[in-house]
Every structure is written in C-alpha cells, then in structure tokens.
C-alpha cells in the first residue's frame, strides 16, 4: 500500500471535482488510520476571491470540508477496492472545530489526519491544520460510508 497519493489518484477516489477538490496530496498514510493532507491555497482559488477582498482569508467551513476529505481519501485508499466500489463516503457530524489563525493564500496548509474509531460504516476522525508548524485549526467529525445510487 503506498504511502502516498497524488491529486490524480485521489480523484479516482473521491468524487469531488475542481473547484470543489480542496486536497492536492495525501502522504504519509498509515492504512485506515492516520495521513497528512496538503492542500495547496492560491490567491486565485474561488474562495479567496470574494472573502474577503483586499484581505483574503480560506474559509473555516473549507478546512473542514478539506479535513473531511483528506479522511475519505485515507478511508477509501486503506479498503478493499471491492467493498469501496459504488460507494460514497459522506460527512454526517462536526463535532468540534476550532479555527485559531487564519489561513492566508500563498501557503500550504497540511492537515493531520487520524481515524479515532469506526463502527460498521461510521467512522470517526479527528485533524490538526498547520501552516509552517503554526496550528490553525482542529476539528473532530464522523462520516459514514454510503452507497452510491
């Protein structure tokens, strides 16, 4: 099992698209239980452009959404391709989330992830946010795999 997805590998994976794919890499990947997102935040990404103007800033929400699929990603790369197949894993809770600095394009922005349990197709996850060793953000959520219809 590789210790290393590229963007390319993870769209295989995921279903999101551009603009909606926020992770450009997943390494450091310890099989269904922890990895480290990169995700690459440009001035020209669409969600810096309007939030806010003159002093950009990635919205909390979008690291979340980030963290969520930086989990899917390690979730659907650690099981057996078969039993992922038609599947779709989807956020069903947040339970906590804190934004402590804000993330200003031009960075790279690695998001900590770590499966903390799964229960039949809940899991549950928690993640760190740095840029440059500095914490940005934390959050603990859970997700369920679901099928595709």
């Not at 659907?76 to 934004?99: C, P, Q």
């Not at 770590?114 to 740095?130: I, L, P």
């Amino acid at each position: 099992m590789t210790s290393k997805l590229t963007k390319n590998e993870i769209i295989n994976l995921l279903p999101h698209r551009e603009p909606m794919l926020l992770i450009d890499e997943l390494v450091d990947i310890v099989k269904l239980k922890s990895a480290k997102a990169i995700v690459y935040v440009k001035k020209n990404s669409f969600y810096v452009q309007g939030h806010f103007p003159g002093q950009p800033v990635m919205p909390g929400v979008l690291i979340v959404e980030a963290f969520g699929q930086a989990a899917a990603a390690l979730t659907a790369h650690g099981i057996d391709k078969s039993t992922y197949e038609n599947k779709l894993v989807f956020l069903m809770s947040v339970e906590k989330a804190r934004f402590r600095n804000p993330v200003i394009p031009d960075c790279r922005l690695e998001l900590l992830i770590e499966a903390v349990r799964s229960h039949g197709r809940v899991w549950k996850y928690k993640g760190e946010a740095f840029v440059e060793g500095k914490k940005m953000a934390d959050a603990l959520w859970s997700a369920t795999i679901v099928d595709r219809k």
